[in-house]
């Protein structure tokens, strides 16, 4: 079964920060790296969503680490997945609120 992926806000401003600031950074070629590695851990997920560690299990949420720099959060919703946030892991984890 394929799930379906909606994306928060919250994900999709993070995901368009993140695409910003590569571009800026690093230009085209690390900015179409990036969105094809983002692309693939979401085919992966939609096919099977389980297999990802759970970041909290009373939340029912699921981490994915998309690059060493970007964790993908995400919680499944019957036959749907919801996009949560992209964290830069250089970020103060004290301000993780999911």
């Not at 693939?40 to 099977?48: D, L």
């Not at 759970?54 to 749907?80: A, D, M, P, Q």
Request: charged share 30%.
């Amino acid at each position: 079964m394929r799930y379906k992926v909606k994306i928060s806000a919250r994900a999709k401003k993070a995901y368009e920060h993140n695409l910003d600031y590569l571009h800026k950074e690093w230009g085209n070629k690390v900015t179409l790296q990036f969105i094809e590695r983002v692309d693939k851990m979401i085919g992966i997920i939609q096919e099977n969503p389980f297999l990802f560690p759970v970041y909290n299990l009373h939340k029912g949420i699921r981490k994915c680490v998309i690059h060493e720099r970007i964790i993908l959060y995400y919680r499944i919703n019957e036959n749907t997945i919801e996009l949560l946030l992209f964290w830069n892991t250089y970020r103060d984890t004290s301000k993780l609120k999911l």
